[in-house]
């Protein structure tokens, strides 16, 4: 093992999960990457390389967390970034689909810390995935925008609960390079980044680097770190 430690990044086969495995393993680190069916997980695993492996995990059913994470061992990094992509409004309100996601990143994060407590140390760090759909609400980001403003509070209560083990939470902005966003048409690309002060969207590389901050940074807890070039200051 190296000194960096057991990396758990659960969420970890697509996206912004596994652009931050691919930076860890590539540090030497050991990476276990979950998503919910385990061939598709480990294949991902076989293609970052390294001391990576996949995992089953369903964070939609959150009884199942604790057996499904049941052979990991010491874990130096713990990362919640697995997300499910609701769209759901008021007015036309899907009563499961909101279930689906308050359950998996409220309930299910939650019960992926519960269910490796005993196996975190004093060094350990956890870091959960936002967004910034908290501060710019959207049509459609009705349960999108409650979930995520509860993750930037539950860091405050797990960094309390789990002390001296840190908590921080990241919130991205819109990724121009993401699987979510690359393929919008150029208007609404170009719209965003004429919002952004710095002129350009973030990118996964960018939100992989901030990651790393967070989880290494022995001084940082408790924090919300808005990675988004300033998207919200226009």
């Given amino acids: 093992m190296s000194s960096h430690g057991t990396a758990v990044i659960v ?9 931050l495995a691919q930076k860890m393993a590539a540090r030497g680190q050991e990476v276990i990457i979950t998503g919910r069916d385990a061939q598709a997980a480990q294949k991902v695993a076989n293609t970052i390389g390294g001391k990576t ?5 369903d964070l939609t059913q959150p009884h199942d967390i604790a057996a ?3 052979d990991v061992g010491p874990v130096r990094h713990l990362v919640l970034s697995a997300i499910y992509r609701d769209e759901n409004s008021v007015r036309n309100y899907d009563v499961a689909g909101a279930i ?6 409220l309930v299910g994060y939650t019960e ?6 005993d196996r975190l140390s004093a060094d350990s760090a956890i870091l959960l995935f936002g967004g910034q759909a908290k501060e710019r609400a959207y049509p459609g980001s009705t349960t999108v925008t409650t979930i995520n403003g509860g993750i930037a509070t539950m860091i405050r209560t797990l960094a309390v609960e789990l002390a001296p083990t840190r908590v921080n939470a990241i919130h991205p902005g819109i990724i121009g390079d993401s699987p979510a966003w690359r393929d919008k048409p150029a208007a609404v690309l170009d719209g965003a980044r004429k919002r952004t002060p710095t002129g350009q969207l973030a990118s996964m590389e960018q939100v992989a680097e901030a990651s790393l901050f967070l989880l290494d940074n022995g001084a940082v807890n408790g924090v919300n770190l808005a990675v988004d070039g300033g998207w919200m200051l226009l």
């Fill in 53 to 57: 492996r996949g995992l089953a995990l």
């Fill in 68 to 70: 499904a994470l049941a």
């Fill in 11 to 19: 969420g970890g086969t697509s996206g912004l999960g596994q652009a």
């Fill in 112 to 117: 992926v810390v519960h269910s490796l407590v």
């Fill in 100 to 105: 689906k996601l308050v359950t998996l990143k």
